[in-house]
C-alpha cells in the first residue's frame, strides 16, 4: 500500500510539468466529473449481481462471485455461461444476461465515453 502510494503521489508531482499536467489535470477532471456516474455504475452492478444470486439455488455461490460476475460482464467477458447447471431459471438468467449486456456494457459505457470527451473539452477550454 504505501508503495502504491507513493507511486500516486509522484503522479501528482507532475502536474508542476509543462508536458505532464496537462494529462494530470485531465485525470482529475475526469474522475470529478465522474463520481455520481460510478455510483450508479456501482450500483446497477450491485442489482444485477443479486438478481443473479437470487436465481441460484439455495445454498450455492456467494455474493461476491455474482459480484464478480456482473463486473466481468460489463467488460464484456461473458465466462463459460453454463446456465443450465448453475441456475434454477435458465430462461430467465438468459433474459437478465442480455438486459445486463445492453445495459451495463452499452449503455452505461458509452455514457462514460461522453463524460470523458466533456471532460476533456472542459479541460482544454480551460488551458
Do not use: C
Not at 507513493?6 to 509543462?18: A, D, E, G, S, T
Not at 444470486?53 to 467477458?77: N, V
Not at 465466462?79 to 438468459?94: F, H, N, R
Request: without cysteine; negative net charge; charged residues 15%.
Amino acid at each position: 500500500m504505501a508503495s502504491f502510494g507513493m507511486w500516486v503521489k509522484i503522479f501528482y508531482f507532475l502536474r508542476i510539468f509543462r508536458q505532464t499536467g496537462f494529462f494530470v489535470n485531465m485525470f482529475f477532471a475526469i474522475a470529478k466529473a465522474a463520481k455520481t456516474f460510478f455510483v450508479l455504475y456501482v450500483l446497477i452492478l450491485l442489482a444485477f449481481a443479486s438478481s443473479f444470486a437470487i436465481m441460484t439455488p439455495a445454498g450455492e455461490g456467494r455474493f461476491i462471485t455474482h459480484l464478480d460476475y456482473a463486473y466481468m460482464l460489463g467488460l464484456g467477458e461473458f465466462g463459460d455461461m453454463a446456465w443450465e447447471e448453475e441456475y434454477s431459471t435458465p430462461v430467465l438468467v438468459k433474459i437478465f444476461f442480455i438486459l445486463a449486456t445492453l445495459v451495463v456494457l452499452i449503455v452505461m459505457l458509452n455514457i462514460l465515453i461522453a463524460l470523458v470527451s466533456s471532460a476533456y473539452e472542459d479541460v482544454i477550454e480551460k488551458q
